[in-house]
């Protein structure tokens, strides 16, 4: 699991390869500047212009503040060039297709770096009952602390969302069973195993827990975008060829540059 940062804001992403970060696409369009007139004027890219998105990884602690103070800090970082994101999201008003992928200014040593890459579900997968999430969100308890140490939390799968959540047909909705996610775990992966060296990344944290209406999290599944995915980073999952196979839902991308 790794951070990106723009500014005092904060995400979570994943590596899919030494490239490529997968993660939400709110996390660089929030939904309150999410406008049909960026992709129409064709000026999408004009939004991200210096903004200067950074990927930090190779750490369990990351400093917020200049502060703060992880032991034995051996995190590095590395500049983002591109962000991908479906064309959908745009076009659905935030309402589809939370999901980005960071093209990396360079390729990482995953092996030198003690990173792992997670895998994709293919077609027909489905995600477990009981899933993982992890990230760098907020702790509630200490919401001013100075750096922030990666946790995780375990899911529940639920059969329905709530209809108090707004949520598209491309997501799941998820119930904490112990521990939420908060605010800076935006486009953490939600994983299970995929065997036994592997975890596999089914969906992206798209939403957390509203407390007093909903105490779940609404998810978007990476499963309905494999092709998508596979097309911009070469990452297919199995049942998936690069260009060639329409069979999954596949929408036209915004690159961000």
């Known amino acids: 699991m790794d951070v ?3 500014a005092e804001k904060r995400c979570t992403g994943s590596f899919i390869s030494p490239k490529h970060v997968i993660t939400a696409a709110h996390c660089f369009i929030e939904e309150k500047s999410c406008y049909k007139e960026y992709v129409y004027k064709g000026n999408i890219s004009e939004v991200f212009t210096n903004e200067g998105y950074t990927v930090h990884y190779g750490t369990h602690c990351v400093k917020i503040r200049d502060s703060g103070k992880c032991p034995n800090y051996q995190g590095k ?10 064309k959908s999201y745009v076009l ?3 309402g589809l297709g939370d999901i980005a992928i960071a093209e990396l200014a360079s390729e990482i040593d995953i092996a030198k770096n003690h ?11 489905t995600a477990a009952q009981l899933i993982v999430g992890a990230g760098f969100g907020m702790d509630p308890h200490d919401p001013y602390a100075a750096q922030k140490h990666l946790e995780a ?5 639920m059969q329905f969302c709530s209809p108090t959540v707004k949520a598209g047909n491309d997501t799941f909705c998820v119930l904490e069973r112990k521990s939420f996610m908060c605010g800076g775990d935006s486009g953490g992966a939600i994983i299970q195993n995929a065997n036994k060296h592997s975890d ?6 798209s939403k957390g827990p509203d ?3 909903w105490v779940g999290s609404v998810v978007t599944s990476t499963r309905l975008y494999a092709e998508f995915i596979c097309h911009h980073t070469g990452v297919c999952a199995d049942g998936i060829q690069m260009e060639t196979d329409k069979r999954l839902y596949h929408p036209q991308p915004l690159i961000l540059k």
Do not use: R
Not at 117 to 122: G, I, R
């Open 92 to 94: 659905s008003n935030c």
């Open 115 to 125: 990173l792992d890459t997670v895998c994709l579900p293919h077609a027909n997968t």
């Open 153 to 157: 939390a375990e899911f529940c799968k």
């Open 77 to 86: 970082s590395i500049a983002i060039k591109h962000v991908i994101i479906p």
């Open 211 to 213: 407390f007093g209406k």
């Open 200 to 205: 596999m990344a089914v969906a992206v944290l």
């Open 4 to 6: 990106i940062f723009q």
